[in-house]
């Protein structure tokens, strides 16, 4: 886990890296052509400078002629009162001429380009004068000549004062392009300048924007991943994660424990108190569990709902038993929600992996199934208590597991059987109609039902169970009446659990139309033991049922879950007094009271009918009697038995109020 963390830094480090890279490219990128385009208009702005340079030397030049010009007419003009040169004379004019001419060679050699023409005739003008000296010079004398001398001398004095106008015109030109070209580039350079800027700005909002994008993705994925594989609510590992970690460590570390967590009684804090008071339990109780297995480098998980599971590398008893021992008295302390104070107490079940069986027997399900039974062994003991999965446990388990496989074979083949025990009028113990309860036979010996009935609802088939003693009752029953002419009733045991479901009506009804039984003679009871949630789907249902005319019975009435509740919701025909409170008619004052009052709740508000069970002695009737009940179910008027023969006693004492005489069972009441 440590080295999938420090990957996933590295792979994050480098992602952001390269990210950062990529944009540092494409900025330097945009940088390098801005500055070959600066470059470029830079070397352009250079030749401008440079041609500048060239023609300010072509204007000296142009002066210089002007100068050499105005040295020639100055010789001339002197050498007009002489009617012959001296030599002196001569060297100067000679002198002067040659300037000249170096000046037009000079001027010759510049002239390319767009200056060409310009030069070209300064250049011939001035060739003009030299060859007039050169032609007067030899003769000794200028006289004739200085009148062409000058002439071609004012000539080339024109045409180098125009070149030197069209050159400094040329040179202003240059200078305002230059000029013009440097404040464009100034503004380019500013421009580029902030777009630069700008694109930095943008580029490092981008390439952050990415970053956080790209650490969003991440974090999503983290987080999808952790959900994945942890419970959201208490942050620890989830069932899937779990099964993985435990599965590679059972292989690799068979001396390690698995320890299955129940919270006791947590339905009740989340009905009563609300679901945010049950998941805070459930937050704490997690860390309890983080905190007590660090110091063993174990780790736990949610189940789903309340159930827990903790793994430990270790499976010396006297660690487990202080581990254990230690959760234990930590949830003995209680939490506080509100103004409430909420205990929740656990249950624990161990199951040590080197306990579970041989090397290939020790898979993650057998380990968990072992450590569950020892859960449900736990709860069996009166809950906030832990048991180790161990030899004598483990012959439990194969029993229950046994009896569980019977009990299934039995149910899938239809051969869970029924007895009928009698309900009778209490004032003349005539049997008006009968209970029909489940009874097993295993291997030829009758399993108790408050055993195997429990062990049908923790197994989610008891069901089944119902439909298969529905149907045969109601078939006995329509059979029996048909044949006597009789009209007994039967009243069947249905789980609560049926009414929240979709098929209880049809199947009812197609049992009725099919056996022929009048649906006002079938009564269906409801264990009231059992919590029910959907009320509105339960009413609809019992509505429907006692639409078709069948009667509806309230059963264990006074013992289970909100009572007044079961009075409001389902719409009942008749209560069944639990025989709890009528086996202490004669002790208990409260017992007596709680029975006067439903009795008269009944009977005058309601208009139900009362059927008062486990009447044992005739004390018992006698009271009940005076309280008003008028019927009444127990051993005082008979045992459950086989339904042939508790109808034919039935039949035959109909008329006799000593029914509990005809009939004789060793059978008893579930």
Sequence with gaps: MRLNRIQSAQRRFFADTSTVFYGCGVLGLIVAVGLALFAIKETRSQARIEKL?????????????????????????????ETTISPQDGQELSRANDMLYVRAESLERHAVGEVEQHFSKVTHSLRAVVDLVDTAAPERTMSGQQNDVLTAIDAARADT?????????????????HNRSAQQRNAAFLASSLVFALLGIGLLIMLRREIDGRRSRERAERRAEFLAYHDPLTQLMNRARFTDEVSALIAKKPASTLVMIDLDQFKWINDTLGHEAGDKVLCVVADRLRAACAPLEGFAARLGGDEFAVWLPTDAPATIEVFCKALLKASETPLRHGDTWIHARISLGVAMVRSC????????????????FALYMSKEKGRATYTVYDADLEAQYEERSALLSDLHGAVNTGSIDFHLQPKVNIHTGQAYGFEALARWSRNGVLVPPDVFIRRAEEAGFVNKIDFIILDKAVRVIAAWNRANGTSFQVSV??????????????????VLRRHGLPPHLLTLEITETVELNNWERVSDNLKMLRAMGCRVAIDDFGIGYSSLAYLRYVDADEIKIDRSLTQQIDQCEQSRFIIESVLELAHTFLGFEVVAEGIEAEAQAARLREMGCRRAQGYFFGHPGPPHAVLKAATEQRDHGDFAKAVNSDGREC
């Excluded at 340079?53 to 050498?79: H, K, P, T």
């Excluded at 041989?358 to 898979?363: E, V």
């Excluded at 057998?366 to 569950?372: E, G, L, N, R, S």
């Design 161 to 177: 004062i125009r070149l030197i106008d069209f050159l400094r015109r040329f040179q202003d030109s240059i200078t305002e392009t």
């Design 493 to 510: 045991n249905v789980s609560a659990q049926h009414l929240v479901g979709t098929i209880i009506v049809d199947y009812v009804k197609a």
């Design 357 to 372: 069986g041989g090397r290939a027997l020790r898979t993650f399900d057998t380990v968990m199934k072992y450590a569950d």
């Design 53 to 81: 340079a060239r023609y300010e030397q072509f204007v000296r030049e142009g002066y210089m002629a002007l100068n050499d010009l105005q040295r020639m007419q100055s010789v001339i003009a002197r050498l007009q009162m």
